[in-house]
């Protein structure tokens, strides 16, 4: 691959655990300030890719490259400089339950310790109120929030350190209708502010269709479709049929060409 848009490049992967084969001679790019959607049946391996791309976890074989840096042949430092750009919304948000909202979303900013704490609380301040919340909920504990609000603070503790690298594990799940357009809204309106490259795993049609500029579908163990949503659907393979078949992707489309 010799693309000069891909940001992330992963070439010849595998992966597997003890006997288990998760992915077999997986290729994939992403180019540079592009949101791609991962989609994938349960255990296909796509949060698992996810933890290869940003470097908490190790390919069996191939090669994970990250702007242009093999992220095996890294030292420690270099990998820890790398995963300081990305920025990870987990699934479910995986707020620690015992701190409140504004030392969750301090947390990255005080491992550096670089900073002190007067700069801190302003950023913290500063990051919530991009994600659309007031300071007021800064003293809430996790457990006193909403379900968006779970994932708008742990969207502002992924901003924390201002990534050149979005990762976002089924941003949508859990949030009722309105809810989870309002945050697709608010992915959309920070991907242009900012200009981050988002790599999205989902099995929401609307979330892909509204935000997505690729799709790459992983079935039997590497990526087996790739492109734009009209590109994808074309593809013929089982897995692509039964995902974007019948009505969901013909609504899917339409969708998309009504953007």
Same mark, same amino acid.
């Given at each position: =691959?010799?693309?000069?848009? *891909? ?23 992403? +180019? ?20 290869? =791309?940003?470097?908490? &976890?190790? @390919? ?25 750009? *990305?920025?990870?919304?987990? &699934? ?15 947390? #990255? ?14 950023? !913290?301040? +500063?990051?919530?109120?991009? !994600? ?9 504990? @996790? ?8 994932? /708008?603070?742990?969207?502002? %503790?992924?901003?924390?350190?201002? #990534? ?6 089924? @941003?949508?799940?859990?949030?009722? #209708? !309105? ?8 992915? %959309? ?7 981050? $490259? ?8 609307? $979330? ?26 074309? /593809?013929? +393979? #089982?897995? !692509? ?14 969708? &998309?060409?009504? %953007?």
């Amino acid at each position: =691959m010799n693309n000069t848009d *891909c940001i992330i490049c992963l070439e010849h992967v595998d992966t597997r655990f003890g006997g288990q084969v998760i992915h077999h001679d997986l290729n994939l790019c992403v +180019h540079r300030g592009e949101i791609l959607a991962l989609v994938g049946g349960s255990g296909s391996g796509k949060t698992t890719l996810l933890r290869e =791309m940003i470097g908490l &976890q190790a @390919p069996t074989a191939g090669c994970v490259t990250v702007d242009g840096q093999q992220l095996a042949q890294s030292d420690a430092y270099t990998q820890q400089c790398l995963r300081e750009r *990305c920025g990870v919304l987990f &699934q479910g948000g995986a707020l620690f339950s015992a701190l409140n909202v504004f030392d969750n979303v301090a947390l #990255p900013l005080r491992e550096l310790d670089l900073l002190d704490q007067s700069l801190i609380a302003q950023l !913290v301040c +500063h990051k919530l109120a991009m !994600v659309g919340l007031d300071t007021a909920v800064a003293h809430r504990m @996790p457990s006193e929030l909403s379900g968006g609000m779970v994932k /708008r603070v742990g969207l502002a %503790r992924a901003l924390a350190l201002e #990534p050149e690298f979005l990762f976002l594990d089924e @941003p949508t799940s859990g949030l009722d #209708p !309105v809810a989870g357009q309002q945050f697709v809204e608010l992915i %959309r309106q920070l991907h242009r502010e900012l200009g981050f $490259t988002v790599v999205l795993v989902t099995h929401d049609l609307d $979330t892909m269709v509204d935000l997505a500029d690729r799709i790459a579908v992983l079935a039997d163990q590497h990526i087996v479709a790739l492109g734009r949503l009209n590109e994808v659907i074309a /593809r013929d +393979h #089982p897995f !692509v049929h039964d995902f974007f078949g019948g009505t969901r992707g013909q609504r899917a489309l339409a969708a &998309q060409e009504a %953007r």
